[in-house]
T-cell receptor
Framework: DAGVIQSPRHEVTEMGQEVTLRCKPI?????LFWYRQTMMRGLELLIY????????DSGMPEDRFSAKMPNASFSTLKIQPSEPRDSAVYFC??????????????FGEGSWLTVV | DAKTTQPPSMDCAEGRAANLPCNHS???????VYWYRQIHSQGPQYIIH?????ETNEMASLIITEDRKSSTLILPHATLRDTAVYYC?????????????WGLGTSLAVNP
């Protein structure tokens, strides 16, 4: 299996520009998670989807952030307009739920975003 | 907030066992204990998880105390490639309890 695939791996953009991060979950997984990691705050859950439906977006920092999952094999996280404080590593992860046996969550390699 | 506490850092000699402790005194009956690790510049990697019983796989062993309030991850023969931040997480299997809430982890340095 190819694992969770994220793109771009690295992006540098100017403040005010729109940023779109992409994720392809593991085939057959029905849950998808977006995380953000910074030195100050560690790993934070932004939003997660189950069967393409957003279940919990309480971690989305503000209206500048939006996430979509149009189908089971693709999701986007969009920041518009971007700000320097959005600089972070953004991880996508997927899992197979429900998971009465405690199924694991698998992470992508992350998208490194720098907003200047 | 994270439901676990871990020491911020540990050292281990290469070839020796690394024992990483984790406290989760507020764990509830349906919550699993998960361990992940993150090697620099990579995504978190699943290691092992358990509910009540001790678990072992090709990467590590997980020892959970009988009261389930703490656990220990054991890397039996640590190598330099095991240098990483290790996260202990408790996670339920229903609703919002499915989320992984991450603490700061333990930064393990394996020394030659």
């Amino acid at each position: 299996d190819a694992g969770v695939i994220q793109s771009p791996r690295h992006e540098v953009t100017e403040m005010g520009q729109e940023v779109t991060l992409r994720c392809k979950p593991i085939s057959g997984h029905n849950s998808l998670f977006w995380y953000r990691q910074t030195m100050m705050r560690g790993l934070e859950l932004l939003i997660y989807f189950n069967n393409n439906v957003p279940i919990d977006d309480s971690g989305m920092p503000e209206d500048r952030f939006s996430a979509k999952m149009p189908n089971a094999s693709f999701s986007t996280l969009k920041i518009q307009p971007s700000e320097p404080r959005d600089s972070a590593v953004y991880f996508c992860a997927s899992s197979l739920l429900p998971d009465d046996s405690g199924n694991t969550i698998y992470f992508g390699e992350g998208s490194w975003l720098t907003v200047v | 907030d994270a439901k676990t506490t871990q020491p911020p850092s540990m050292d281990c000699a290469e070839g020796r066992a690394a024992n990483l402790p984790c406290n989760h005194s507020t764990i509830s009956g349906n919550e699993y204990v998960y361990w992940y690790r993150q090697i620099h510049s990579q995504g978190p990697q699943y290691i092992i998880h358990g509910l009540k019983n001790n678990e072992t796989n090709e990467m590590a062993s997980l020892i959970i105390t009988e009261d389930r309030k703490s656990s220990t991850l054991i890397l039996p023969h640590a190598t330099l490639r095991d240098t990483a931040v290790y996260y202990c997480i408790v996670r339920g299997n229903a609703g919002n309890n499915r989320k992984l809430i991450w603490g700061l982890g333990t930064s393990l340095a394996v020394n030659p």
